[in-house]
């Protein structure tokens, strides 16, 4: 397992009320060494969602992905993998709200899947070709994802602000 | 109207609710409306002499029944004094749920008297905490409690209980119905397909292996684990936690692997075609160099946290649930295909693996003059009961138990195995004691460990709890020594217990029959009347000072490179080191 290379992932948790679960996470990064890229923590009606982009070993994206979707207090875990030469359906984008807008104007059928301190990550209709999108966009550092794995049922909603 | 109850009367009632029957506790100022609430209470309460004694008699009593065990302390230096208790629970799953006093509600984060931030201070230690806010939400967080511990990877949980909540009156509840004591339901990930590749894959193989670890026997998957052996003709090894989990004298029986396992084990593991890890999770005791661990095997592992799923070791077929339900599932789907084209060559496996449990068996030198710690575990094996529950400390004592005690079935070994807490062993003796007032309860203890917890000495003649400890003493922190003398090049550092208080002594000063034990031919006779009644009782036996344990594979090595006895120059040393003990 050793000598991996390492890639960028995402995760986007849903965790309970208890502010405890939140800490425990943070620790969790910390203890299994996982670098945090960016992060953002935000409430919702009912506890919170937290959104960090990860750089790990590559072996280690399954253990982490297990890890965090058993622990107590949350509520449910998607992965999203960088994917930087094919289509990608996920857009990871560190923005102010009017460069979303002309984005989500850019790709009609787009959503806001979660958005908040800052960030904010878009679901670009399947097949998403994400070739042309930095033209207009070119201030603003876009991450292409796909998502691997999630806790969700199908027919779960995405989480908006 | 009805009567308001407070706080404290809730949370007795909820416990009893969950089935428990006893707790252990040291009170204090934050707790002592519950301790007055307990004056009056059915719940039986062993008030110990120090909070980690607590936590090691709930995780011993947790271990031994599959319940969880109940712990119960005041704020601040209670509560701290738990973490080590609650972090070797959390390391060995066990079903733990300490209850901790706090201050009153209002003075949280005032640094008030006796306040520490507990659950701040035991998140890594935790499987998850709850903070009672209110007298009425207790029963549930209660519920949850109990239901977080043991489902799922049990493990440990902290209720935090302000003072004030524990003395607020409330309309008595409703209690909930669920009761949460153990064997709550684990979720199955694995399908049909999987467990029948699985099978294949058995049925194939010719130089399989099963290695059972502690999750088996959470998941009270014994009687699966012997099924699936018999059934397949695959021999069992053990890990540490695995313990009991497989009969010791079954001829399938591989007894530990790993850094103090045996020879015929360790490369058995080097050798196999076929690894299934049922409720293991590739430790490093158990690997050694990851590289070049079972190299030649497929793997398959049943387990049922999926984040150990190819955490250490890369796994082929990965079956995540329930090991109970997942075994049977697997022997239904091999008797469908069993006996396959590689059954014949499965005793051809086992004739190997006899050739090199005879070429290096574990042994120790039987004529020694000086009385040998493996003769006294197999005295007190060949004497105890069958179903007698072992309780050990850590260290070397705690690698010969588990070389040389005979086990025959599940939840008899109690050992603070991930986080390896040296004091565990008498506390969870006592736990274990509380749980089986009737079964033999031995604590085979170190005179390093021991000597950490045995205030609760006091506890153990108080109660009458009939324990019987033995103490393996080489007046020394024996297993550090070892490493100092074998890879430190003798550069022997703080490591002379040799200033101790005679046990013996010490014991009978508690009110309990004690011994000393110092040449073998004494030995048979003290344990048989050692075992022969239900008193609490301690012997000390002076053991060889220079024995170490063998095999033993280097750090950093792998298993093929254990070192299977000592170098003869260390053996021709031994007199050198007779001498620096000399009292």
């Known amino acids: 397992m050793a000598g991996s290379n390492h890639v960028k992932w995402l995760a986007a948790l849903d965790i309970d009320e208890d502010p405890i679960t939140a800490c425990r996470l943070m620790n969790i990064f910390r203890r299994k060494g996982m670098r945090i890229i960016t992060l953002a923590l935000a409430a919702r009606p009912r506890g919170y969602s937290l959104i960090v982009l990860l750089d790990t070993p590559e072996n280690q994206v399954e253990h982490l992905f297990n890890f965090l979707r058993r622990t107590e207090g949350v509520e449910h875990v998607t992965c999203y993998r960088h994917e930087p030469n094919q289509h990608a359906s996920w857009v990871f984008i560190d923005a102010e709200s009017p460069s979303v807008a002309r984005f989500l104007d850019a790709f009609p059928g787009s959503r806001l899947v979660f958005a908040g301190e800052g960030k904010c990550l878009l679901e670009v209709p399947a097949p998403g070709d994400l070739g042309g999108v930095k033209s207009g966009f070119d201030h603003l550092e876009f991450m292409p994802l796909a998502c691997v794995k999630t806790t969700r049922a199908p027919s779960d909603e995405g989480v908006g602000a | ?583």
Not at chain 2, 121 to 137: C, D, N, Y
Not at chain 2, 318 to 333: F, N, Q, S
């Open chain 2, 1 to 583: 109207m009805r009567t308001p109850v407070t706080g404290s009367e809730i949370l007795l009632e909820s416990l009893h609710r969950q089935g428990v029957d006893v707790v252990f506790g040291l009170p204090g100022g934050a707790v002592l409306p519950l301790y007055d609430a307990l004056y009056s209470h059915g719940i039986r309460h062993l008030l110990v002499r120090h909070e980690q004694a607590a936590a090691f008699a709930a995780d011993g009593y947790a271990r031994a029944t599959g319940r969880p065990g109940v712990c119960l302390v005041t704020s601040g230096p209670g509560a701290t004094n738990l973490l080590t208790g609650l972090t070797s629970a959390l390391m060995d799953s066990i079903p733990v749920v300490a209850l901790t006093g706090q201050v009153p509600a209002g003075l949280i984060g005032k640094d008030a008297f006796q306040e520490a931030d507990t659950i701040g201070i035991t998140l890594p230690a935790t499987k998850q905490s709850f903070l009672a806010k209110s007298a009425a939400e207790i029963p549930d967080v209660i519920e949850r409690a109990f239901r977080t511990a043991v489902s799922g990877r049990p493990g440990p949980v902290l209720v935090d209980l302000p003072k004030s909540v524990l003395m607020e009156k409330a309309a008595p509840p409703e209690y909930s119905s669920r009761r949460n004591g153990g064997g709550a339901a684990r979720r199955r990930e694995w399908r049909a397909e999987d467990v029948e590749r699985a099978a294949e894959m058995m049925a194939a193989s010719r130089q399989a292996v099963l290695y059972v670890g502690g999750g088996a026997i959470t998941a009270n998957a014994a009687q699966e684990v012997r099924e699936l052996a018999e059934l397949t003709r695959i021999p069992v090894t053990t890990t540490l936690m695995g313990l009991g989990a497989f009969p010791s004298a079954h001829p399938l029986s591989l007894g530990m692997l790993g850094m103090h396992g045996s020879y015929a084990t360790n490369t058995a593991i080097c050798e196999c075609d076929l690894l299934v890890a049922i409720g293991a999770r590739f430790d490093d005791r158990v690997t050694g160099r990851l590289a070049d661990f079972a190299t030649k095997a497929r793997k398959i592992q049943i387990d049922v946290d999926p984040s150990e799923i190819n955490k250490n070791v890369r796994v082929d077929l990965a079956l995540v649930g329930d090991a109970r339900e997942t075994l049977r599932a697997l022997i239904e789907a091999l008797e469908r295909r069993l006996p396959g084209p590689a059954h014949d060559g499965r005793s051809r496996w086992l004739e190997r693996i006899e050739s090199w449990r005879n070429q290096h068996p574990l042994a120790y030198d039987q004529y020694s003059s000086s009385l040998k710690p493996q003769y006294v575990i197999e005295t007190l094996s060949r004497y105890a009961d069958e179903d007698a529950i072992v309780a050990v400390d850590v260290g070397q004592h705690q690698m010969w138990a588990a070389q040389f005690w005979e086990f025959y079935q599940p939840r008899t070994w109690l050992s603070s195995s991930g986080l390896g807490a040296m004091g565990y062993g008498f506390p969870a003796a006592m736990g274990a004691q509380l749980a089986f007032p009737d079964r033999q309860v031995i604590a085979i203890v170190g005179d390093g460990g021991f000597q950490m917890t045995l205030n609760d000495l006091a506890t153990v003649a108080q109660y009458h709890v009939p324990v019987k400890i033995a103490i393996l003493n080489n007046r020394a922190l024996g297993m550090v020594r070892q490493w100092q003398e074998i890879f430190f090049e003798k550069r022997y550092c703080d490591i002379d217990l040799s200033f101790a208080p005679d046990f013996a002594k010490l014991a009978e000063s508690y009110g309990i029959r004690g011994a000393r034990v110092e040449h073998r031919a004494d030995v048979a006779g003290a344990v048989r009347e050692f075992l022969s009644d239900r008193e609490p009782r301690l012997i000390d036996f002076w053991v060889d000072p220079a024995e170490n344990v063998y095999p033993i594979v280097p750090p950093g090595a792998s298993l093929a490179e254990m070192v299977v006895e000592p170098p003869r120059a260390l053996v021709e040393e031994e007199e050198v080191l007779d001498d620096l003990w000399a009292v």
